[in-house]
């Protein structure tokens, strides 16, 4: 399976600044996607990154708080923007590599803490 | 109406003992058939996936899928403390995304 380097691990920041999340995998893959776990639950899909074209994402999210990047097929980034305490989460990363049926591959997440 | 349910738990299974986790989902063109394991304060780790019905068997663990009933359960034997964690269910239509269910926390006391 592909192995992915996420950072920052954590953060704590101000509310109304922005974060930036990067995703780098260590093998080409088609699709990287974007989780989102509030505490206690589960994980919700923010958004589906394809190299070359814009993000999909999921009803509830929009590009404006959430935009994303994916300049090449290993590398991804998340921002959230405007932060607000709701968005104190954990924020994953994830692909699936062409060919395989086994299922997601995730980064170590991102513990953001917005004050 | 969610799409895939579990027991959120805790289940509580004394060590040595089998744990027994369930999920069910609705939709019906389901293909695809995954268990997660998250250790607290850690990312998911992908332990079982299955796509047919009946068991399926790694170690210590072991899926079982009733597509019929739209049902899959994971089976831990020989339960051991360091098993102690929330396990996601996630299901799958071919070309679609995934769908995880909320997670079982379980708990299993020496």
């Known amino acids: 399976s592909a192995v992915i380097s996420q950072k920052p691990s954590r953060d704590i920041c101000q509310r109304g600044t922005s974060l930036t999340i990067q995703c780098q995998v260590d093998?080409?893959?088609?699709?990287m996607f974007w989780y989102r776990q509030q505490p206690g639950q589960s994980l919700t899909l923010i958004a589906t990154?394809?190299?070359?074209?814009?993000?999909?994402?999921e009803s509830g999210f929009v590009i404006d708080k959430f935009p994303i990047s994916r300049p090449n097929l290993t590398f991804s980034t998340l921002t959230v923007s405007n932060m607000s305490p709701e968005d104190s989460s954990i924020y994953l990363c994830?692909?699936?590599?062409?060919?395989?049926?086994?299922?997601?591959?995730f980064g170590s997440g991102t513990r953001l803490t917005v004050v | 109406q969610k799409e895939v349910e579990q027991n959120s738990g805790p289940l509580s299974v004394p060590e040595g003992a089998i744990a027994s986790l369930n999920c069910t989902y609705s939709?019906?063109?389901?293909?695809?058939f995954f268990w997660y394991r998250q250790y607290s304060g850690k990312s998911p780790e992908l332990i079982m996936s299955?796509?047919?019905?009946g068991d399926k068997e790694d170690g210590r663990f072991t899926a079982q899928l009733n597509k019929a009933s739209q049902y899959v359960s994971l089976l831990i034997r020989d339960s051991q403390p360091s098993d102690s964690a929330t396990y996601l269910c996630?299901?799958?239509?071919?070309?679609?995304?995934?769908?995880f269910g909320p997670g079982t926390r379980l708990s299993v006391l020496p």
């Open positions: 994830s692909v699936e590599k062409p060919g395989q049926r086994d299922g997601y591959t």
């Open positions: 093998s080409q893959v088609t699709m």
């Open positions: 990154a394809n190299q070359g074209s814009e993000a999909t994402y």
């Open positions: 939709d019906r063109g389901s293909q695809s």
């Open positions: 299955i796509y047919s019905n």
């Open positions: 996630a299901v799958r239509r071919y070309g679609q995304n995934f769908v």
